[in-house]
Structures are given as C-alpha cells and as structure tokens.
C-alpha cells in the first residue's frame, strides 16, 4: 500500500468521524472511559460467567468505543465476597456479580436477588421493572455510594447436591451444606450448618468432605461445575430460588462521570442480557438434565414434608427479617402487594 494512499485513507477516516460526531453530537461529546470489572463467577461458568465478556463487548459496540470494560476473573482483582466494598470503595469501577452475595451486610439487598417460595422469572422482573423495586433497590445501593443494574436473570435453581436420601427432616440435621441467600437461614432452622462459597470453592469443599452438601445454581450450571463427580442425590424443587436476579454493580462515582448516553447505553445492554439469559437459561437446563440422568445422577424431590417444613421455616425468617431490618421491610412489603396483583390477574387469565 502506498504511503499516498495510506495518507488519502487516514483523511477519509477521519472525515468519516468528523461527520458522524456532526449527525450525533451526544457521541461527539462523549468521553472515553475505562473500567476494570471484577467477576463473581469465572468467564468458563456456564451462563453465570460466559455472559460477562460478551456483555462488555456489546457495551463497547453501543457505545462506538467509548465505553471500554476489561473483564477480570475472579480473585485476579478481589474475591468474590469481597467485592462489594471495593466497588462501594472505588478500589475497582464496576463488577459482575449477585445480591446473594451481600446478604451478610444489608438483609434488604437478597430480596432483589431471589425470594424463597418466590415468583417465577416473569413475576419477579416485572416487579422489579415495574412495580417499585428497581426503585428500592438502587436506593438502597445508594446509599453505599454503588450504582446496582439488573443485568441476568437464571430460571429456577435445583434443590441441592447430597450424598445421601433426605426423606425426612431429620436427614437434615447436622449436614453441613454450602447454601447462599435468605435459603441458607431456613436451612439453619431445620438444623443444618450452612456457609457461604464463591463457585470456585464448592467442588474441592466437597470432594474433601469440609462440606457434606451443596445448593449452587441451575442445572446447566451445576454440570459445568462437576457437582455430579462430587454427589450422587439432585434434589429439586429449587424452593429457594424459583427465579435470580444477578447484576453489574459500578462505583457511584464512576456511574456518575458517563454521560446521560452512555448510562443508557449500559441499560439497554443489561435489558438485552436479561431477555437472552431467560430464555436460553431454559434451554440449557432441558440439555444438563438429560445429560445429568445419562451419567447415572439420580434425580429426587423433596418428599412434601420437608417442604412443609422448609416453608415453615421461611414463614420464621421473614418475620425475623422483617423486625430487625426496615428496608427488607420495606421491599418485602413492597413485593406482597405486588404478588397479590399478580396472583390475581393469573387466576382470571391463565390456564390451569
């Protein structure tokens, strides 16, 4: 190529972004920014972890470039439990990662995440889209200088991993188990030990036996992670997480410094993400379950007592919860009455 017509094409391009910043001055103005996100879950997990870099991506694209977010696995920037206070911090701009994982700070925050005996994905995101609470659950992030966007939804959870039949209650007691959210607290009632593990952690506590059980995520999730190399019982229902919000959190600060496009930009990408991980997150499971009964998993269900039992347990919590925190008070009630709409107009409309 000749250096005339490297020098005639350079002018071209130029002149090509010079009248694109014209057609669109919102663009022209725009900074350029770059963030580091830390990742809950690594960038091989299924759903979980692919998701994140394809979304940053998508964000650059939007953004025509000007929207740059370097995606980092887990522990690379900080562990997974510890990312809410850098982002609330600053230490690092945004993460990808669940409310699941806060509740030891603020009870209020898991509500946004899942709820035990809780909607089904449909209900829970058009409570959070539209029936008040988005609005209660950023403010609550507010007030820890972080900015929280819903930003992949998973479809019902399996009941939990076990080296053992629960046919009772009492095959419960004294287990420990790795569990997550306000479920990991009905399990405490019902006598078993509980403790919260990133993803990376679940299978070695397994093999090694620190744990004797595990809940972790869907299917297709559970698979990509081994949990049928390290357990032989898949009890379902996941009662304790019907449907889950998990999310991008970024530092108020550095949500604060984008332009009014660029905000939209992360919003529209975190909308399209929701939609995408719903509706493949059930094709997946469809997939993992067949696989999961070829390799010999056998696959229970929780006789009715110990749902009994477990909804009793959770009746207990969320009266606990509500006495000691008033934003979970506030967001439980919010939710009721929202369920109560709801249930109503699925009486009147859908089929039995």
């Known amino acids: ?81 510890e990312i809410f206070d850098a982002i609330s911090k600053g230490s690092i701009d945004a993460a990808w990662t669940s409310p699941g994982y806060h509740l030891g700070k603020f009870p209020a925050i898991s509500m946004f995440s899942s709820i035990p005996f809780g909607p089904a994905e449909a209900e829970f995101l058009a409570w959070m889209k ?92 559970d698979i990509g992670v081994g949990l049928n190399q390290v357990a032989k019982y898949y009890y379902f229902p996941g009662w304790q997480q019907q449907a889950t919000l998990h999310e991008l959190l970024i530092n108020m600060d550095r949500w604060k410094e984008l332009s009014d496009s660029q905000q939209t930009q992360i919003k529209a990408a975190c909308d399209a993400n929701l939609v995408n991980t719903m509706a493949h997150g059930a094709v997946l499971n469809m997939q993992a379950m067949e696989e999961l009964k070829k390799k010999g998993v056998e696959i229970r269900r929780y006789p009715d007592e110990v749902i009994a039992a477990m909804r009793k347990a959770w009746a207990e919590v969320l009266e606990e919860l509500q006495s000691a925190s008033p934003d979970f008070k506030e967001a439980w009630e919010s939710f009721a009455k929202f369920h109560e709409g709801y249930t109503a107009w699925n009486a009147n409309n859908r089929l039995n």
Request: charged share 15%.
């Open 1 to 81: 190529m000749s250096g005339l017509f490297k020098r005639s094409l350079s002018v071209a391009s130029a002149v090509a972004m010079v009248a694109l910043a014209a057609a669109n001055p919102a663009l022209a103005a725009d900074k350029t920014h770059r963030w580091k996100m830390a990742s809950a879950f690594p960038s091989t997990l299924t759903h979980l972890g692919t998701t994140g870099k394809p979304f940053a991506e998508q964000v650059q694209k939007l953004s025509n470039g000007t929207l740059r977010i370097r995606f980092y696995e887990p522990n690379a920037l900080v562990p997974p439990l």
């Open 130 to 221: 539209y029936g008040g609470g988005l609005e209660l659950y950023q403010a609550t992030y507010a007030k820890h200088n972080v900015m929280g966007i819903p930003c992949l939804l998973i479809p019902p959870e399996a009941g939990g991993w076990f080296n053992k039949e629960i046919n009772s209650v009492a095959d419960l007691r004294g287990l420990k188990m790795r569990f997550a959210g306000f479920g990991g607290k009905v399990m405490e009632k019902l006598g078993v030990s509980t403790q919260l593990l990133a993803a990376g952690d679940i299978y070695p506590a397994l093999e090694l036996g620190t744990i004797d059980a595990t809940e972790f995520s869907m299917p297709a999730i």
